[in-house]
């Protein structure tokens, strides 16, 4: 399976602080997006980031990329209650499918 | 959720019985593609397609088939369905020039 694994699956933290989650791919990438996906709802795109960055800025989202550990990470600055919602890492392999992790789902308590 | 509409939104069938799950989209995005999310395993691809008749497999492709006869219309066909299949489809789709993917809202499948 050309899945990743997100880390951690549960966050929970108070409003202002700073969510960090990682994600993890097992083979060689074009892209590696960020979605976020609220309750009952379909996933919504946040943040691409291709092989040959290391960082990109949207906002208050930061996403890095290490492509020798193959890994990535979504951090998400000054948080509110209403980022509450699960976040999904996506790889692009091909440049036409894109393998899912297992996401990690944050709560923001205000 | 960007012109994609999936119907039915609920299906509540029967062990045995086929079903057809319908995603239509009015961004005329060349490629569409149907997953399936169940805990503990995010998002699985299904099948996806590059055009019209064009259509291939995904990682857990078995027990599914596609269609596409139209730019707008993704079908995706259970020809006799199972309790393992019990799960939240979604469809979604994408231009051919641009990376990110567009959701529709999903398709919550019970099988009994």
């Known amino acids: 399976s050309q899945q990743g694994e997100e880390d951690p699956q549960a966050l929970s933290i108070q409003e202002g602080e700073n969510a960090t989650m990682n994600c993890s791919y097992k083979t060689s990438i074009n892209n590696l997006q960020w979605y976020r996906q609220n309750s009952g709802r379909g996933l919504v795109h946040l943040i691409l980031?291709?092989?040959?960055?290391r960082e990109k800025h949207s906002g208050r989202l930061r996403v890095t990329l290490d492509t020798s550990k193959k890994s990535s990470s979504l951090l998400i600055t000054a948080s509110r209650a209403a980022d509450t919602a699960s976040y999904f890492c996506?790889?692009?392999?091909?440049?036409?499918?894109?393998?899912f992790g297992t996401g990690t789902s944050l709560t923001v308590i205000p | 959720d960007a012109g994609i509409t999936q119907s039915p939104r609920h299906k509540v069938t029967e062990t045995g019985t086929p079903v057809t799950l319908r995603c239509h989209q009015t961004?005329?995005?060349?490629?569409m593609y149907w997953y399936r999310q169940d805990p503990g395993h995010g998002l699985r691809l299904i099948h996806y397609?590059?055009?019209?008749?064009?259509?291939d497999k995904g990682e857990v492709s078995d027990g599914y088939s596609v269609s596409r006869s139209k730019t707008e219309d993704f079908l995706l066909t259970l020809e006799s369905a199972t309790s393992s299949q019990t799960s939240v489809y979604f469809c979604a789709t994408k231009t051919g020039d641009k990376e990110k993917l567009f959701f529709g809202s999903g398709t919550q499948l019970s099988v009994l």
């Open positions: 996506a790889t692009d392999h091909t440049g036409n499918q894109f393998y």
């Open positions: 397609s590059y055009g019209v008749k064009d259509t």
């Open positions: 980031i291709r092989s040959n960055e």
């Open positions: 961004e005329n995005h060349r490629y």
